[in-house]
């Protein structure tokens, strides 16, 4: 296995007084889902998060209910339509539960959105402002891969819950922490030959770099082939691989995303932890199931990592995955589809310096999805 990484280093670095498009984190994460009641009853009670918000017919919104829930700096919203025929519906439809929006934390949404739009990103939101009794929250939007949105989201001159038009909520389940703290990477899967096309979107339109490059030969194994890219903003906040599907023996499991989602969209969010044996131990107990690699991956995976500072016992108990670059070490697992359609799913990440994603896992990973892919009959 190819675990050269002297091709990690950021292309192009952005220096931050030049970046115009400056973001400070990853606001929330929504996702258009069936049942935002029930899908919140299971982020709550198998991963942990808190409920924080809630919007729906008790605050007058007549056509959708949202629940904002969170963990740390994580905020995920669930959003459901409430009458038939309408957008929500039809991305449903469409794509099953996932991602509509990964929204990004900015000083400006206005300067945001006309940075954007004037390099030629397409807008699904002109800049909003909304106000309530603890302030306002500017959001502005554009259009990214498939039919996910980039909204942007200004907040600094608010004191609420979480933005005006939502009231807190405090539902009756309560939950603890399983440790996670915030979005490392999210992402996203994009169809034949696009892979460029966005690269280039992120690059030009967002100020992006190419943080990682790495060719198909070094992730395929006799049937799963892709290409990744990943785009890192200016500060490193903000980090986003993109895939498509490569040429293999039989179907990749970017192509199966791709079939089932009905195009381009988030294929996993990386939430990040201080201790990945403690999460994932949590995780577990709770009935989320991972990907396994066979035990024979820890025969070797020492020897290809070198010293770490866990022990290796719980790691193998648990299945977690271990990679080095020339900065350190990180410690990964990925978890199935967390929705009917084999389509989103979410990876833990632990870093011990390493700022790379993991690529020497790769092939042992895909390995065990098309384990995975072979029950479903989709290979
Ligand atoms: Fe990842």
């Known amino acids: 296995?190819?675990?050269?990484?002297?091709?990690?280093?950021?292309?192009?670095?952005v220096p931050e007084a030049e970046d115009f498009l400056p973001l400070l984190g990853t606001d929330y994460v929504e996702l258009y889902v069936g049942n935002a009641k029930q899908a919140a009853h299971y982020y709550m009670s198998a991963w942990g998060f808190q409920p924080l918000?809630?919007?729906?017919?008790?605050?007058?919104?007549?056509?959708?209910?949202?629940y904002v829930l969170a963990q740390d700096k994580i905020r995920l919203i669930l959003t459901?339509?409430?009458k038939p025929g309408g957008p929500i519906n039809r991305h449903i439809e469409q794509h099953g539960d996932g991602v509509k929006v990964i929204a990004l934390w900015v000083d400006d949404a206005t300067k945001s959105w006309k940075e954007t739009t004037s390099r030629g990103a397409e807008s699904c939101m002109e800049p909003t402002t909304l106000q309530d009794e603890h302030g306002k929250v500017v959001l502005s939007g554009i259009c990214t891969y498939g039919e996910t949105q980039h909204i942007f989201v200004e907040r600094g001159a608010y004191n609420g819950t979480?933005?005006?038009?939502?009231?807190?909520?405090?539902?009756?389940?309560?939950?603890?922490?399983?440790?996670?703290?915030?979005?490392?990477?999210?992402?996203?899967?994009?169809?034949?030959?696009?892979?460029?096309?966005?690269?280039?979107?992120?690059?030009?339109?967002?100020?992006?770099?190419?943080?990682?490059?790495?060719?198909?030969?070094?992730?395929?194994?006799?049937?799963?082939?892709?290409?990744?890219?990943?785009?890192s903003n200016g500060n490193g906040r903000i980090k986003f691989p993109i895939n498509e599907p490569a040429e293999g023996r039989k179907k990749s499991q970017i192509e199966e995303y791709i079939e089932f989602y009905n195009g381009a969209g988030v294929q996993h969010i990386a939430v990040a932890t201080d201790n990945i044996v403690e999460t994932v131990t949590a995780l577990k107990e709770r009935g989320v199931e991972f990907l396994y690699v066979p035990e024979t991956y820890y025969d070797t995976v020492l020897d290809r990592v070198g010293k770490i500072d866990e022990d290796l016992a719980p790691?193998?108990?648990?299945?977690?995955?271990?990679?080095?670059?020339?900065?350190?070490?990180?410690?990964?697992?990925?978890?199935?589809?967390?929705?009917?359609?084999?389509?989103?799913?979410?990876?833990?990440?632990?870093?011990?310096?390493?700022?790379?994603?993991g690529k020497g896992n790769f092939k042992a990973l895909f390995e065990a999805i098309e384990r995975e892919q072979e029950l479903r009959g989709t290979l």
């Open 53 to 66: 918000a809630y919007r729906g017919l008790e605050t007058g919104s007549k056509d959708s209910v949202s």
């Open 162 to 231: 979480f933005m005006p038009g939502f009231k807190p909520w405090n539902p009756p389940l309560k939950s603890t922490s399983v440790g996670l703290k915030f979005v490392d990477h999210m992402v996203g899967n994009v169809g034949w030959n696009e892979m460029n096309k966005w690269v280039e979107f992120y690059a030009h339109v967002m100020g992006f770099a190419q943080l990682v490059s790495f060719d198909d030969k070094d992730i395929s194994t006799d049937y799963t082939a892709l290409m990744s890219k990943v785009m």
């Open 315 to 357: 790691l193998k108990e648990l299945g977690i995955l271990i990679d080095r670059d020339d900065e350190g070490y990180l410690l990964q697992l990925f978890t199935k589809p967390v929705l009917d359609r084999p389509t989103m799913f979410f990876e833990i990440i632990q870093r011990k310096g390493a700022k790379s994603f």
């Open 80 to 82: 459901s339509p409430l």
């Open 1 to 13: 296995m190819n675990t050269d990484t002297s091709s990690l280093h950021l292309e192009k670095v």
